[in-house]
């Protein structure tokens, strides 16, 4: 048969699972941030190393002569 705190006991053990909760809902929702900055930054990168590729796509479309390719991609 279950063992039955005494209502002290009880109220003491339901506040700390509740502070218990309230720290991990904390600490999860700073996860969140941090991975949706993370999804940020890296949706900024790949909106810059697409416009790279475009101009260089651009840029080599020319036809340009090969010491010009040698300085731009070096």
Request: aromatic share 4%; proline share 5%; no cysteine.
């Amino acid at each position: 048969m279950p063992r039955v705190l005494p209502p002290s006991d009880r109220q003491e053990s339901l506040l700390l699972t509740q502070r218990e909760l309230l720290g991990e809902i904390a600490q999860l929702r700073r996860d969140e941030d941090y991975l949706l900055l993370k999804v940020r930054q890296a949706r900024e990168q790949v909106r810059y190393y697409e416009g790279l590729l475009t101009l260089m796509r651009r840029d080599l479309g020319k036809a340009p002569g090969l010491s010009d390719l040698v300085r731009r991609l070096g």
